[in-house]
């Protein structure tokens, strides 16, 4: 046996910001009251003869947990694809910390501090969970790949988010989805990030696990520096750790309000009436 068990109490650590996140004066006094980290404006994107956005207007704050939520193809994982600079809108501006921003790749993104986990997750089977986990941003001393050190530091990283991963030398293949989807957060957290967007980061998940995430998402708002957007389908879960909720129907935002105003049996009403007038 190697390590205990983490009880219960011990919950999960929170990275604090990382060494190179720059001078961050983000005096939090509440929940979403931090400077606002990122807004979409007028954001439209096709797809062919498929309208997948229609004049997106969103923002969140460092310190707040924005929920997004709508059916499939609602157009969630296409804004959180355009916010992380990998498809570019037809129309509309994306200001990142107050300032307008032609998102150029997912490179560009990351270099302001966007910080994606995406739907479809992005590991490298082949390669162990270590390696995925610094994928381009390997630890070098001179030509070579400093393994053990990025061993030492992903296990401990992934031990913070609570998941157990049997090891950190196995193959991505070999793992669960709740496994893989713990390594995709634990990794986006383990940055300089300013801006979190999780796609359905709990989707694959068990109870057990799902909860972990969800406490960890919010030990990161109570930290104050980072936006997050989390999407999932389950809106007791968007409820519960969202300070605010959007709701996406095809390809438009049709509902914004704080979490404490609104219930899910007013959400899934909003979303059923679509149901009911088509
Ligand atoms: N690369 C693409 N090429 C063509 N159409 C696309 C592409 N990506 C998304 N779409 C279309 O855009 C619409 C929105 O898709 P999107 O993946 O954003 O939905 P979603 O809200 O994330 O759904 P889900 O809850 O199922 O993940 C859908 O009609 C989808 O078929
Ligand atoms: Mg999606």
């Given at each position: 046996m190697s390590e205990e068990e983490t009880t219960e109490q011990s919950g999960l650590e929170v990275p604090g910001p990382a060494e190179d996140a720059g001078p961050?004066?983000?005096?939090?006094?509440?929940?979403?009251?931090?400077?606002?980290?990122?807004?979409?404006?007028?954001?439209?994107?096709?797809f062919g003869p498929v309208t997948a956005l229609r004049d997106i207007n969103l923002h969140v704050r460092a310190g707040e947990v924005l929920g997004l939520i709508g059916d499939n193809g609602a157009g969630k994982s296409t804004l959180i694809k355009i916010i992380t600079g990998f498809h570019r809108p037809d129309s509309g501006r994306i200001l990142v910390a107050g300032e307008e921003t032609q998102l150029r790749s997912v490179a560009h993104a990351r270099s302001l501090g966007i910080e994606t986990v995406y739907q479809d997750l992005?590991?490298?089977?082949?390669?162990?969970?270590?390696?995925?986990?610094?994928?381009?941003?390997?630890?070098?001393?001179?030509?070579?790949?400093?393994?053990?050190?990025?061993?030492?530091?992903?296990?401990?990283?992934?031990?913070?988010?609570?998941?157990?991963?049997?090891?950190?030398?196995?193959?991505v293949r070999a793992l669960s989805g709740g496994q893989r989807q713990a390594i995709a957060v634990a990794r986006a957290v383990n940055t300089a990030a300013k801006v979190l967007l999780l796609d359905e980061p709990l989707a694959a998940m068990g109870a057990r696990e799902g909860g972990q995430i969800l406490r960890l998402i919010e030990r990161l708002r109570e930290r104050g520096d980072l936006a997050i957007i989390l999407i999932a389908h389950n809106y007791s879960q968007v409820v519960d750790v969202c300070d605010r909720v959007n709701l996406l129907q095809h390809g438009e935002i049709t509902f914004d309000r704080p979490s404490a105003e609104t219930s899910v049996a007013e959400l899934l009403e909003l979303v059923h009436a679509e149901y009911r007038t088509a």
């Open positions: 961050g004066d983000y005096a939090s006094t509440g929940p979403g009251s931090g400077a606002e980290a990122l807004r979409v404006e007028g954001i439209s994107k096709r992005a590991l490298v089977d082949e390669l162990p969970v270590y390696l995925n986990f610094f994928l381009s941003k390997e630890l070098t001393l001179g030509p070579f790949l400093r393994h053990r050190e990025m061993r030492r530091r992903a296990s401990a990283a992934l031990d913070e988010v609570g998941i157990n991963i049997p090891s950190v030398s196995a193959e």
